[in-house]
């Protein structure tokens, strides 16, 4: 897990990749009424922006509220790490996603009469699959990345010069 601003920052950006690009598959795939290699290419055109609203959102919004809430259910050093974990990613999930199916909603459906079912309705269709996406794959695969990252970095430089 981060323990400096910069390393903050870093995991932001992976996890918020990570979680985007999928979400953003899903959500596509959905709206064609299949899955298909294409998918994959087309989730391209909405990655950028939805990556740079997510960022933005996580680092100055959610990820202020997200610990002060967390902590009331779990603390860290006391109970096991993987239930600091569940409940920090179950929370930012809760936060996240109707905040990002919001976003995307409006930049994809327009502002109209129907902004708030059609926003209830990704959110709801959106929720199960971000909460199992970040849990089981999004989660685990950014922490190892983020742990390789770091601890390479931290053997490099306590390495005796040769």
């Not at 995991?11 to 596509?28: D, E, K, S």
């Not at 933005?56 to 603390?75: D, K, M, N, Q, Y």
């Not at 009469?113 to 199960?128: A, E, H, Y």
Request: proline share 6%; glycine share 6%; hydrophobic share 60%.
């Amino acid at each position: 897990m981060p323990k400096t601003k910069f390393q903050e920052v870093i995991f932001t950006i992976l996890m918020v990749m990570v979680m985007v690009y999928a979400m953003v598959v899903y959500n596509i795939a959905f709206d064609k009424g299949k899955m298909s290699n294409q998918i994959f290419l087309l989730a391209f055109h909405e990655f950028p922006i939805m990556v740079a609203a997510g960022f933005i959102l996580e680092l100055l919004v959610v990820g202020r509220i997200v610990p002060g809430l967390a902590f009331r259910i779990v603390t860290p050093g006391k109970d096991r790490p993987i239930a600091v974990i569940l409940v920090i990613s179950a929370l930012t999930v809760c936060f996240m996603c109707p905040i990002m199916s919001f976003i995307a909603t409006v930049l994809f459906q327009g502002v109209n009469s129907d902004l708030i079912v059609n926003w209830l309705q990704i959110s709801v269709r959106n929720f199960p699959m971000a909460l199992c996406w970040q849990i089981f794959y999004a989660g685990p695969l950014v922490r190892w990345i983020f742990g390789k990252i770091f601890r390479q970095g931290q053997e490099s430089a306590t390495a005796p010069a040769a």
